[in-house]
């Protein structure tokens, strides 16, 4: 079964940290300046928290997976 690619407005919970029921929401794609396609996520309960991952890194079933809306 293969999975869609990452959207723009998709919600993911990052089950490789302790804390694995916050939410996250893909805010931007993006490819650096390096190549390497980046996922800009920004925290669905504060719009303060964000960070910057490599899209591959998202799209990692070990590592994040799809939140319920």
């Known amino acids: 079964m293969t999975s869609k690619q990452p959207q723009i407005g998709d919600r993911y919970r990052?089950?490789?940290?302790?804390?694995?029921k916050v939410v996250w929401i893909l805010s931007e794609l993006f490819t650096s300046r390096n190549?390497?396609?980046r996922a800009?996520?920004?925290?669905?309960?504060?719009?303060?928290?964000s960070?910057?991952?490599?899209?591959?890194?998202v799209a990692d079933p070990k590592r994040f997976v799809r939140a319920e809306a």
């Open 35 to 37: 190549g390497i396609a």
């Open 51 to 57: 960070k910057t991952l490599a899209l591959s890194v």
């Open 14 to 20: 990052d089950i490789a940290t302790a804390f694995p």
């Open 40 to 49: 800009h996520l920004t925290s669905a309960s504060d719009a303060t928290d």
